[in-house]
């Protein structure tokens, strides 16, 4: 008997060791250069917050995929009138917020009210300027009234900014995230990690890992050797571009290259001489070699763009053609401008390795026409200070990395003092078309205008630079919006 | 004695309200809006506005600082904007890691440092010596951060010993806490312990050549015990200068090194605070520091009575 007793405890502790061999592992750590400095994704701009709770903790009544699609979210279905201006909303049943409180169309109305009420702190609050009413038909139901057609509304609902919240802890957000996603915040180590645990009581699909860590590792030297260790297993946009080489040749990584919404451009003040002359610009425009630039800053591999607009969206016309590399033109173009003999000007650098080295390239390839480029670096804060809101500068190199933001051209007082009535009656236009072909045909025609006027110097797309463990899957290949959406990642094996 | 302390509690008390305007102003030239930092490029002006109303960021600048200052007399120092919780809790959660690292990168640093400096000095201008100071220029030129990279590959990568960095908090258990420092603290301590090295041994050399030593061993004492007891006794005041600099450093200046190892220390949160424009977390953990030096210099002065007992009678 007591043989017997010892040979099956031993049996089920075999089978016990062995199933737990054989199941797949159900933890990540990703590495994350910036730590958010909250995580509530309605109150604030850092793309970090995006980051980690975008599809994760949060959802939006749509949602956007790895393809830049819409699907849907917390509405599973929707209506629209046929003059566009009614969309009518038909919700999940079952859906519960962390804390446990019930999700229903009063959650999707307060949230919507907020973000476009007077006193709103929503970063993207110009996303709901057009809606007029929100009404929760009944607990399922939700009728959202605009003022007028909005193209883009399914797709602006599913962005990082628009994600429901409920009211009852809406203000606790920052610290302590309620959402509705497949993961719940477990405990934010500020300056050091913040660990999501699965939402047992999610409405979906449940996640596959139980347990997801962001780690923040500010210093790009760090991030390999944190790889090699097995210290984190992830990097969704790994920071050490020169060591790529190193991870590359080693088979227990996968290296992805995608794209992200990030448009690096070189900036120009249009209001500011010699700047406000086409022929100025468009010496800039040829006088850069996008090739050399784009194997500096980014280690050859962003992709060259010719207007403001990412190669892998939907509608992206290939412009790099207009304004050829070529000295002769460009200094044709100056020549046209009174300026031979060339001119003086200033380029503000914020502190990106894309725009630091890419700035050094910019220099010397304009000193080839005479134009001589004064390097003067700026962090962030300056940045957004002197250039963004005084409009104090004359060039700088920035990354555009909002999704679908070509309208920024036509906005009043932005940075880059660009005012072209014809563009600006494109954008009116493109707000308010709803129809697929009809946005795509002038999408194309905003993106000429932008590539031939040269309000700004295209230069490249950001890349996405994907390191993980070659047996993890389900990551995002591309940023469609800066997102690391783990809800279908999971370890093979 | 009395007379001497009181003076220098007057002159910390003026060091810390000049420090305090000069933190003050210093944050308020810096070009930058907190409030457009956290809202970013979309955001219209409007929105800026009320945030910065929310934040009292338009009060006037006199009304802030003698705000602040109330604040901090009544140990209250202040919301971190970009966090919203208060400053006094981060600083908390960044001590449990750069107090510990400081002390043990302090302890390993002497530890190393002052056996070096003795033998360097015994045996001044022999091979032992050269070699010894050779060592000491190398730990004193070689870039932290490269050394602490290579410690990474070495130790972590390779003989996976200790993590690659990070910090899995105190409540993980102390071992494992303390592993995550290691590292850390060997490529904190070790150009310290060069610089403390030399300072130790030139001190030493000094000392030697005093005509009491030549006394103690004209009596008969052996060269070890005149070495040890007499000599490196006399020596240690340079010594603990350098010391006192050296922690004060160690608890907020070593930004680099938590970055190589993504430790969540003071140094981090200050430079992290200062990008974003966090003016109040700067300014009140800038105080805070200012406090610890002047307090640690303070207790390096009074350890100068300890190792030499003149100190102690004099007013």
């Known amino acids: ?493 | 004695m009395t007379a001497y302390l009181l003076k220098r509690l007057t002159i910390a008390a003026l060091t810390l309200v000049l420090a305090s305007m000069v933190v003050f102003a210093v944050m308020e030239i810096l070009p930058g809006d907190p409030a457009r930092l956290m809202l970013g490029l979309n955001a219209s002006a409007d929105q800026v506005e009320v945030l910065r109303n929310q934040m009292g960021l338009n009060a006037p600048l006199l009304l802030r600082y003698l705000h602040w200052v109330a604040g901090l007399l009544s140990l209250d120092f202040g919301r971190s904007y970009t966090y919203s919780v208060p400053v006094i809790d981060l600083v908390r959660e960044r001590i449990a890691v750069s107090l510990p690292l400081a002390l043990i990168a302090l302890a390993l640093s002497t530890i190393i440092a002052i056996p070096v400096g003795v033998f360097s000095a015994s045996r001044q201008g022999r091979a032992g010596d050269t070699l010894a100071m050779g060592a000491a220029q190398l730990g004193v030129a070689v870039p932290n951060f490269w050394f602490a990279l290579m410690l990474i590959y070495l130790f972590a990568v390779w003989l996976r010993l200790v993590p690659a960095g990070g910090f899995p908090g105190w409540s993980a258990g102390i071992w494992t806490a303390l592993k995550s420092l290691i590292l850390p603290a060997v490529a904190l301590a070790l150009p310290q312990a060069a610089i403390l090295a030399r300072v130790a041994r030139s001190a030493l050399i000094e000392v030697l050549n005093e005509d009491y030593i030549r006394t103690a061993r004209a009596k008969g004492l052996p060269y070890r015990a005149v070495l040890w007891r007499h000599a490196l006794r006399n020596a240690m005041i340079p010594v603990l200068t350098i010391l006192g600099l050296q922690f004060a450093f160690l608890l907020a200046g070593t930004i680099i090194i938590e970055n190589v190892f993504y430790l969540p220390g003071l140094g981090r949160l200050i430079f992290q605070a200062i990008t974003q424009r966090d003016l109040i977390v700067v300014e009140s953990i800038v105080m805070l520091l200012v406090a610890a030096v002047i307090l640690i210099n303070l207790l390096v002065d009074f350890s100068y009575a300890i190792v030499d007992p003149r100190l102690r009678g004099r007013q």
């Open chain 1, 1 to 493: 008997m007591k043989l017997w007793k010892t040979t099956l405890a031993a049996a089920v502790l075999s089978l016990a060791a062995a199933t737990s061999a054989f199941a797949a592992r159900t933890d990540l750590t990703l590495g994350i250069v910036l730590e958010p400095p909250h995580l509530d994704p309605t109150a604030g701009a850092a793309a970090a917050i995006g980051e980690v709770t975008y599809a994760n903790v949060f959802e939006g009544l749509t949602r956007i995929d790895d393809k830049g699609q819409v699907q849907p979210g917390l509405a599973e279905s929707w209506a629209v009138s046929d003059d566009g201006k009614v969309y009518t909303f038909k919700l999940h049943a079952g859906v519960k917020f962390h804390d446990g409180s019930a999700f229903s169309a009063d959650d999707v109305k307060f949230s919507l009210d907020r973000a476009h009420a007077k006193d709103s702190l929503n970063p993207q609050k110009q996303l709901f300027a057009h809606i007029t009413d929100v009404t929760a038909v009944d607990p399922a139901t939700v009728k959202v009234t605009l003022d007028v057609p909005q193209g883009n509304f399914l797709y602006n609902m599913a962005l990082v900014a628009a994600v429901i919240v409920a009211k009852g802890s809406a203000d606790g957000n920052k610290d302590k995230p309620i959402g509705t996603g497949p993961f719940k915040l477990d405990h934010w180590a500020k300056g050091s990690e913040i660990t999501l645990v699965k939402n047992p009581g999610y409405w979906g699909t449940p996640a596959a890992l139980d347990k997801a860590t962001f780690r923040i590792v500010p210093d790009a030297a760090a991030a390999v050797p944190a790889l090699l260790s097995g210290d984190i297993q992830a990097f969704a946009n790994m920071p050490a571009q020169d060591a790529l080489a190193q991870v590359q040749s080693d088979p227990r990584f996968s290296v992805v290259i995608g794209a992200t919404e990030g448009e690096t451009i070189l900036s120009i003040n249009n209001k500011k001489p010699p700047f406000d002359k086409l022929a100025v610009r468009q010496a800039l425009a040829s006088a850069i070699d996008r090739g050399a630039i784009i194997a500096a800053a980014s280690n050859g591999l962003g992709k060259p763009i010719g207007s403001h607009f990412s190669p892998g969206d939907a509608g992206y016309v290939d412009l790099t053609g207009v304004y050829p590399h070529d000295i002769a033109k460009a200094k044709e173009y100056l020549k046209e401008a009174g300026l031979e003999n060339g001119f003086s000007a200033t380029i503000k650098l914020p502190p990106v390795p894309y725009a630091r080295d890419g700035g050094q390239v910019i220099q010397s390839q304009l000193k080839d026409i005479g134009v001589n480029l004064q390097i003067i670096p700026v962090e962030w804060a300056e940045w957004l200070s002197q250039v963004f809101t005084n409009k104090d500068y004359d060039l700088t190199i920035v990354s555009h990395v909002e999704p679908n933001d070509i309208d920024i051209y036509s906005r009043p007082g932005y940075y880059f003092q660009y005012d072209n009535p014809k563009f600006n009656d494109l954008i009116k236009a493109l707000d308010t078309t709803v129809d697929k072909d009809k946005r795509l045909e002038l999408l194309g025609e905003a993106q000429k205008i932008l590539a031939h006027d040269v309000p700004a110097v295209y230069l490249f797309e950001l890349p996405k630079i994907g390191v993980w463990d070659a047996k993890l899957q389900g990551m995002w290949t591309n940023w469609p919006i800066e997102a690391d959406d783990l809800t279908k990642v999971k370890w093979s094996e």
